[in-house]
């Protein structure tokens, strides 16, 4: 069977040749380096804008960032047909493609995040690794704790006042640097569909624009629903007193840094929407305005054939809904986590919107093609691209995250200043 | 002690060098940019002999026929379907006689009925075309049964009605 | 005095340093890319279709598929053929039932999902067919996706794909306008017609061209003046498709009609 044959229904007149080739990983993808551009930019906030009040957020975004990172590129590599000859977007790389020159922004991206992060938790490492190297009948554990963070020092040892404070400029040097870059690569992945010619659903240049503002209204919404999330197991905790933390002992203590930061969060969450929806109103309002060829086929599939998962699903569960969630009086912790569920949903749906939408009519403009997810896998193909590879992304972060925070403990680290 | 700030600056560095070590294994050596610049040209120069060097299975030479097959050769050439290949019909020569020693003969009726089955489409070449309704003409019988293909003579049958 | 630290520095120095030369300036090499198209190559293959001598056969299909090895029961193909018939209300029906493979035995139109629709002779005010192929375009937005150079464009203007490079990402398919790329069943590669270009090197015509009982599919170098297809093209009217897209399509129609996509 042809790639692409299985989950494609054609109707009315297309090409042989044409199915819809990029699926569900093609949705994720953008979704998932929109997360990531959205964490960064919401951890910069604080660090270059010195916005206080996001200081508890600042941080675990940041790693929260970095486990993202690393989930971001896997759907590409899902959706490849050949995922090991990947590699040669780095090794013969064609700068005319926008994917190629995403390798590169994607890498310097990477690099931005780690080497802030290095700044922020270099004095943890070595005071993990110091108290390590004196220690006498070092287990295997402990060895292999001491050799990981030995590694991660980068072979500085100097805690001292004053290379904390050059710590602190290079942090809000590289903070400053990151947002232009992750804005950079998320507009890049606009740019991957805005620049398709061929596609006339596709091609504006408002594309990149568009995907940033979602990008980072998606951002923020998943820091908050994971902060929310670990803030809440925190103070079950704290409840049973089974562990005791530096800072923040009672439950009411830290109830209460958890409604003030997501109330924070939350309007910047909302001045993002607006921009995003602006937008894509815009977008819209000009097509129908100028009208040119594709309008005809266009009209029939927004208004038509994709109207629910458009105007419903996306606009009105998504963006309306959770709006009026956040504004209306007696904010609540509640009532955050389901407006933040549903804006990551409403932008989770402008990706598939954008993604299979554009490829919901032919090229012909007379025919279409409608898209079914397969939901259960019966090969490895219907696996990777159905609903099991795109679960297997989704989660993937939150496991990473996990394990990173390990290593850059996320809370429950004393301040420097 | 010396400034510390840069060194995951050096880092970075060295695994840019890493990938640009491994380019010099990995990037086969006529890999780069060739007549039509670095737009349309950035390529792999020794694919273009890969794809020359492609089989071919088609002749579409009749006088490679006319040798052993002569008598339907001459029978064709004399017919209205002169016009069409022998291989069109017989499959892909490649190196018969040797092989494959015997070519798979299409004589389905959908083969003939490709030109032969009636389109109402006066602006279109296909209404030049002598046509029947498959579904009403014999429909269950090949139709070789009746027309030689290298010598479909019409008159002969329509005369004998 | 030289410490473990000073060293790996001063050799990741040195590798960075050494790799710089070698290998950075062979991805950029400025010459080469402002050498851009100042191509001497006196071959620029075009193809022209004469839509008036299509009868909708479906032989060319055929035997690109056998000469190219596309799997035969695959629904993907490198060339296919259109049928358009637009009724008397000004309606317009087209389809190309598995490419055309088989021709056009049917008045039935193939409306997709299993349904078909009968146009009577009477309610026809025009039918025809449309052969469609690569187009070897001038400027091919396929090639200028590609990330990792597995698709590119000769000297003779033809647009090949490199099986042993492509990853398969698919970005090339949706670049371009015509629909004419796929994946491979077999190989998994972004596939295309190549204008049988291990035919046409070898002084051979494309299979399809010589399949084709009426001349309705040409095959010709317009650099070469004597050549026929370069005077019909030079001297007749002759029509691109989709030319708003700026891409330059180097294969040529007689007898386009506005309803042909």
New interface residues.
Partial sequence: MVHGEVWTIKELFTYPNEYIYWSIQIVMYPFMTGLVAGAFVLSSLYHVFGVKQLKGMARFALVFSFALLFAAPMPIVLHLQHPFRGINIFMTPHFTSAIAAFGIVFSTYGAIVASELWFIYRKHFVEIALPLKTKQDKTLFEWFKYLVFCALTLGVYDISEESLKRDEKAIKILAGLGIPVACFLHGYAGFIFGSVKANALWMTPLMPVIFIMSAVVSGIALCMLTYIVVMEIRKFLASRKKTVYTHLQTREEIGGVEINVIRMTAKYLLLFLIFAISLELLDLIFRGYTAVKSWDVLRSVIYGKDFTNIFILQYAIGNLIPFILFLMPGFTIRRAVVGVILVLFGVFMMRWNVVIGGQAFSLTFLGYMHYHLPIIPHNWETFKEGLGGALSIFIMPFVLFWIFSKIFPVFDYKESH | ?K???F??????????????????F??PKD??????????????KS??E?????????Q?NNEYCKDCHGDKYDSLIQSPHA???C??CH??VLEHPLNPAKLQIDRSR?QC???H?Y????????AN?KGID?GKHNPDIECSMCHNPHKPNLGALSGGK | MITRRDLLKYTIKGIAGLAVPIAALEIVNPNKIFAGKNDKSKTRWVFLVDTYKCVGCGFCVKACKNENEIPYDANVTRTWVERYVVTKDGELFADTPKGARDGFTTSKIDLGAGKYQDIKKEEISKAFFVPKLCNQCENPPCVQVCPVGATYQVPDGVVLVDRKTCIGCGYCIMACPYGVRFFHPVHHTAEKCNFCYHRITKGMKTACVEACPFGARQIGNIKDPDDPVTKIIKTERVGILKEEFGTKPQVYYIGLDKEVR
């Fill in positions: 002690m400034n510390h700030v060194r995951p600056l050096f880092v970075v560095i060295g695994l840019v060098g890493i990938v640009l070590i491994a380019r010099l990995i990037v890999f780069g940019v060739w007549e039509r610049g670095y737009m349309y040209g950035w390529h792999r694919n273009e890969d794809w020359k060097a492609v089989k071919v299975k088609y579409f016009i069409i290949k291989e069109n499959g892909p959908q009925l490709r030109c089955s389109l109402p489409y006066p602006t279109s070449g296909r075309i498959p």
